[in-house]
């Protein structure tokens, strides 16, 4: 069935770095803009970042402007989101999200027409 898998959440310390990926599959990502958001306990779901479905744009969050870089390979039908210098506060589930539409706003509040399913990141000395 066509859906969104991630992957490459854990545990890291302050100062480290991660890769998430989102992969797609029965269906053609290239085709999608993909959002990335993140939830911590207790808070409600935010908006780190977001790509359109060429690459040619992408936009972050002020909170983790020039520490992360999201980026794709449509070859691949995948999506990347690599997060450097991480903070404790960057602790969350993250999530990407596909958008059939051609539209990249932080945070968007589209009608998805996919979600992946979560992975947990966690920063923690």
């Known amino acids: 069935q066509e859906q969104l898998l991630q992957s490459g959440g854990g545990l890291v310390q302050p100062g480290g770095s991660l890769r998430l990926s989102c992969a797609a599959s029965g269906f053609t990502l290239a085709y999608y803009s993909i959002g990335w958001f993140r939830q911590a306990p207790g808070k409600e779901r935010e908006g780190v970042s977001c790509?359109?479905?060429?690459?040619?744009?992408?936009n972050y969050a002020d909170s983790v402007k020039g520490r992360f870089t999201v980026s794709r390979d449509n070859v691949k039908n995948m999506v990347y989101l690599e997060m450097n210098n991480l903070r404790p506060e960057d602790t969350a589930v993250y999530f990407c999200?596909?958008?059939?539409?051609?539209?990249?706003?932080?945070?968007?509040?589209?009608?998805?027409?996919?979600w992946g399913q979560g992975t947990q990141v966690t920063v923690s000395p």
């Open positions: 999200a596909a958008d059939s539409e051609t539209r990249c706003v932080v945070g968007g509040r589209y009608a998805y027409d996919y």
């Open positions: 790509i359109t479905a060429s690459g040619a744009t992408t």
